[in-house]
Protein backbone atom coordinates (compact mmCIF):
# COMPACT_ATOMS: atom_id res chain seq x y z
CA UNK A 1 0.00 0.00 0.00
CA UNK A 2 1.03 3.32 -0.59
CA UNK A 3 1.28 6.61 1.86
CA UNK A 4 2.13 9.75 2.17
CA UNK A 5 3.51 11.72 5.13
CA UNK A 6 3.77 15.36 5.07
CA UNK A 7 5.85 16.41 8.04
CA UNK A 8 4.43 19.46 8.86
CA UNK A 9 0.98 20.42 9.67
CA UNK A 10 1.92 24.15 9.62
CA UNK A 11 4.71 26.23 7.98
CA UNK A 12 5.46 29.54 9.11
CA UNK A 13 7.58 31.72 7.29
CA UNK A 14 8.05 35.82 6.47
CA UNK A 15 7.35 37.42 3.09
CA UNK A 16 10.30 36.71 1.15
CA UNK A 17 11.46 34.62 2.99
CA UNK A 18 12.49 30.87 1.46
CA UNK A 19 9.84 28.02 2.07
CA UNK A 20 10.33 24.32 2.14
CA UNK A 21 7.27 21.74 2.15
CA UNK A 22 8.41 18.54 3.04
CA UNK A 23 6.81 15.16 1.90
CA UNK A 24 7.87 11.81 2.72
CA UNK A 25 6.22 8.47 0.67
CA UNK A 26 6.02 4.78 0.93
CA UNK A 27 5.51 3.04 -1.87
CA UNK A 28 7.26 -0.57 -2.84
CA UNK A 29 6.21 0.21 -6.64
CA UNK A 30 7.67 3.09 -8.82
CA UNK A 31 5.86 6.25 -8.30
CA UNK A 32 4.48 8.94 -9.93
CA UNK A 33 4.39 12.35 -7.27
CA UNK A 34 2.46 15.46 -7.41
CA UNK A 35 1.96 18.70 -5.45
CA UNK A 36 -1.42 20.42 -5.15
CA UNK A 37 -1.95 23.67 -3.95
CA UNK A 38 -6.11 24.58 -2.29
CA UNK A 39 -6.48 28.27 -1.69
CA UNK A 40 -9.16 28.85 0.72
CA UNK A 41 -12.87 28.01 -0.82
CA UNK A 42 -11.47 26.56 -4.07
CA UNK A 43 -10.51 23.42 -5.52
CA UNK A 44 -7.23 21.71 -6.01
CA UNK A 45 -4.83 23.45 -8.00
CA UNK A 46 -2.02 21.42 -9.44
CA UNK A 47 1.74 23.21 -8.70
CA UNK A 48 3.65 20.25 -10.59
CA UNK A 49 4.55 16.80 -10.78
CA UNK A 50 7.21 14.20 -11.35
CA UNK A 51 6.67 11.29 -14.07
CA UNK A 52 9.60 10.16 -15.08
CA UNK A 53 13.19 12.02 -16.15
CA UNK A 54 14.46 14.49 -14.50
CA UNK A 55 14.27 14.66 -10.93
CA UNK A 56 14.10 18.44 -10.57
CA UNK A 57 11.01 19.67 -11.07
CA UNK A 58 9.68 23.19 -11.62
CA UNK A 59 5.78 24.09 -11.64
CA UNK A 60 3.78 27.07 -11.27
CA UNK A 61 4.38 30.20 -9.64
CA UNK A 62 7.58 29.49 -9.05
CA UNK A 63 7.46 26.52 -6.97
CA UNK A 64 9.90 23.38 -7.53
CA UNK A 65 10.12 20.03 -5.97
CA UNK A 66 12.95 17.66 -5.87
CA UNK A 67 12.36 14.04 -5.87
CA UNK A 68 14.90 11.90 -4.00
CA UNK A 69 14.32 8.45 -4.42
CA UNK A 70 16.62 7.05 -2.07
CA UNK A 71 15.25 9.58 0.93
CA UNK A 72 11.72 8.41 -0.33
CA UNK A 73 10.82 12.32 -0.19
CA UNK A 74 9.34 15.09 -2.94
CA UNK A 75 10.02 18.31 -0.82
CA UNK A 76 8.47 21.47 -2.40
CA UNK A 77 10.67 24.56 -2.25
CA UNK A 78 10.33 28.23 -3.26
CA UNK A 79 13.36 31.16 -3.14
CA UNK A 80 11.04 33.89 -1.76
CA UNK A 81 7.52 33.47 -0.43
CA UNK A 82 4.64 35.82 -1.29
CA UNK A 83 1.95 36.62 0.81
CA UNK A 84 -0.54 35.36 -1.98
CA UNK A 85 1.26 32.05 -1.78
CA UNK A 86 -0.60 31.17 1.99
CA UNK A 87 -2.03 27.72 1.33
CA UNK A 88 -3.17 24.66 2.02
CA UNK A 89 -0.35 22.06 0.03
CA UNK A 90 -0.67 18.79 -0.50
CA UNK A 91 1.64 16.23 -1.47
CA UNK A 92 -0.19 13.23 -3.73
CA UNK A 93 1.52 9.94 -5.02
CA UNK A 94 -0.04 7.53 -7.73
CA UNK A 95 1.70 4.70 -9.00
CA UNK A 96 2.30 2.18 -10.86
CA UNK A 97 2.03 3.89 -14.26
CA UNK A 98 -0.56 2.25 -16.39
CA UNK A 99 -2.70 1.88 -13.06
CA UNK A 100 -5.77 3.92 -12.47
CA UNK A 101 -4.42 6.80 -11.77
CA UNK A 102 -5.30 7.27 -8.16
CA UNK A 103 -3.82 9.63 -5.60
CA UNK A 104 -2.88 9.03 -2.31
CA UNK A 105 -2.62 12.62 -0.65
CA UNK A 106 -0.75 13.26 2.52
CA UNK A 107 -2.28 15.04 5.29
CA UNK A 108 -1.63 18.84 3.81
CA UNK A 109 0.52 21.76 4.66
CA UNK A 110 -0.93 25.34 5.36
CA UNK A 111 1.46 27.50 4.54
CA UNK A 112 1.48 31.05 6.54
CA UNK A 113 3.30 34.00 5.13
CA UNK A 114 3.72 36.85 7.06
CA UNK A 115 4.73 40.44 6.70
CA UNK B 1 -8.12 26.71 -20.56
CA UNK B 2 -9.85 23.37 -20.12
CA UNK B 3 -11.31 23.00 -16.45
CA UNK B 4 -13.65 20.29 -14.68
CA UNK B 5 -16.59 22.07 -13.71
CA UNK B 6 -19.02 20.72 -10.70
CA UNK B 7 -22.23 21.78 -9.61
CA UNK B 8 -24.13 22.36 -7.28
CA UNK B 9 -21.45 24.12 -5.38
CA UNK B 10 -22.78 23.99 -2.51
CA UNK B 11 -26.09 21.43 -1.39
CA UNK B 12 -27.40 20.89 2.24
CA UNK B 13 -29.95 17.96 2.92
CA UNK B 14 -31.29 16.20 5.06
CA UNK B 15 -30.91 12.77 6.40
CA UNK B 16 -31.88 9.89 4.43
CA UNK B 17 -32.24 11.94 1.22
CA UNK B 18 -30.69 10.91 -1.91
CA UNK B 19 -28.17 13.33 -3.30
CA UNK B 20 -26.64 13.83 -6.94
CA UNK B 21 -23.41 15.34 -7.73
CA UNK B 22 -22.99 16.06 -11.15
CA UNK B 23 -19.36 17.15 -12.73
CA UNK B 24 -18.33 18.12 -16.33
CA UNK B 25 -14.74 16.60 -17.03
CA UNK B 26 -12.58 18.15 -19.58
CA UNK B 27 -13.14 17.08 -23.03
CA UNK B 28 -10.91 14.85 -24.24
CA UNK B 29 -10.00 13.29 -20.54
CA UNK B 30 -11.30 8.85 -20.21
CA UNK B 31 -10.35 8.56 -16.39
CA UNK B 32 -12.64 10.24 -14.02
CA UNK B 33 -12.69 10.25 -10.46
CA UNK B 34 -14.65 11.26 -6.97
CA UNK B 35 -12.59 12.37 -3.88
CA UNK B 36 -14.11 13.77 -0.80
CA UNK B 37 -12.55 16.11 2.03
CA UNK B 38 -14.17 15.87 5.28
CA UNK B 39 -13.85 19.68 6.91
CA UNK B 40 -10.06 19.56 8.39
CA UNK B 41 -8.75 16.20 7.20
CA UNK B 42 -6.77 15.12 3.90
CA UNK B 43 -8.08 14.46 0.49
CA UNK B 44 -9.82 10.97 0.25
CA UNK B 45 -9.96 8.59 -3.17
CA UNK B 46 -13.38 7.05 -3.74
CA UNK B 47 -13.82 5.59 -7.10
CA UNK B 48 -12.07 5.57 -10.60
CA UNK B 49 -14.37 5.11 -13.67
CA UNK B 50 -13.03 4.25 -17.35
CA UNK B 51 -14.70 3.00 -20.43
CA UNK B 52 -17.89 3.03 -18.84
CA UNK B 53 -17.30 1.33 -15.85
CA UNK B 54 -15.77 1.86 -12.12
CA UNK B 55 -11.90 0.48 -12.66
CA UNK B 56 -11.24 0.94 -8.63
CA UNK B 57 -12.83 1.70 -5.69
CA UNK B 58 -11.70 2.70 -2.05
CA UNK B 59 -13.62 0.94 1.30
CA UNK B 60 -15.93 4.45 2.07
CA UNK B 61 -17.50 3.70 -1.75
CA UNK B 62 -19.52 1.28 -0.15
CA UNK B 63 -23.52 0.28 -1.67
CA UNK B 64 -25.36 4.10 -1.09
CA UNK B 65 -22.70 5.56 -3.56
CA UNK B 66 -23.35 5.05 -7.53
CA UNK B 67 -21.38 6.66 -10.04
CA UNK B 68 -22.60 7.26 -13.66
CA UNK B 69 -21.66 8.50 -16.75
CA UNK B 70 -24.95 9.03 -18.77
CA UNK B 71 -24.31 10.74 -21.49
CA UNK B 72 -21.23 12.15 -23.66
CA UNK B 73 -19.99 14.97 -21.01
CA UNK B 74 -21.44 14.07 -17.33
CA UNK B 75 -19.94 12.41 -14.45
CA UNK B 76 -22.49 12.24 -11.48
CA UNK B 77 -22.28 11.11 -7.97
CA UNK B 78 -25.16 9.53 -5.98
CA UNK B 79 -25.50 8.94 -2.40
CA UNK B 80 -28.49 7.06 -1.95
CA UNK B 81 -29.41 7.49 1.58
CA UNK B 82 -27.00 10.76 3.20
CA UNK B 83 -25.76 10.78 6.53
CA UNK B 84 -24.14 12.58 9.03
CA UNK B 85 -20.77 11.79 8.05
CA UNK B 86 -21.18 12.21 4.35
CA UNK B 87 -20.89 15.81 4.85
CA UNK B 88 -17.95 16.74 2.84
CA UNK B 89 -16.05 18.46 0.18
CA UNK B 90 -16.75 16.07 -2.66
CA UNK B 91 -14.54 17.01 -5.79
CA UNK B 92 -14.37 15.11 -9.03
CA UNK B 93 -11.40 14.90 -11.21
CA UNK B 94 -10.28 13.97 -14.58
CA UNK B 95 -7.30 12.52 -16.38
CA UNK B 96 -6.29 12.09 -20.05
CA UNK B 97 -4.53 9.13 -19.50
CA UNK B 98 -4.25 8.44 -15.75
CA UNK B 99 -0.95 10.13 -15.05
CA UNK B 100 -1.94 13.85 -14.36
CA UNK B 101 -5.31 14.36 -12.59
CA UNK B 102 -6.92 17.85 -12.75
CA UNK B 103 -9.76 18.45 -10.16
CA UNK B 104 -12.97 20.68 -10.11
CA UNK B 105 -13.53 23.24 -7.45
CA UNK B 106 -15.30 20.88 -5.33
CA UNK B 107 -19.47 20.46 -4.01
CA UNK B 108 -20.02 21.02 -0.63
CA UNK B 109 -22.51 18.63 0.74
CA UNK B 110 -23.62 19.27 4.35
CA UNK B 111 -26.46 16.70 5.83
CA UNK B 112 -28.33 17.74 8.32
Known amino acids: AQSVTQLDSQVPVFEEAPVELRCNYS??????LFWYVQYPNQGLQLLLK??????LVKGINGFEAEFKKSETSFHLTKPSAHMSDAAEYFC?????????????FGQGTTLQVKP | EPEVTQTPSHQVTQMGQEVILRCVPI?????FYWYRQILGQKVEFLVS????????KSEIFDDQFSVERPDGSNFTLKIRSTKLEDSAMYFC??????????FGEGSWLTVV
Open chain 1, 50 to 55: YLSGST
Open chain 2, 49 to 56: FYNNEISE
Open chain 2, 93 to 102: ASSEVADTIY
Open chain 1, 92 to 104: AVSGPPGNTGKLI
Open chain 2, 27 to 31: SNHLY
Open chain 1, 27 to 32: SSVSVY
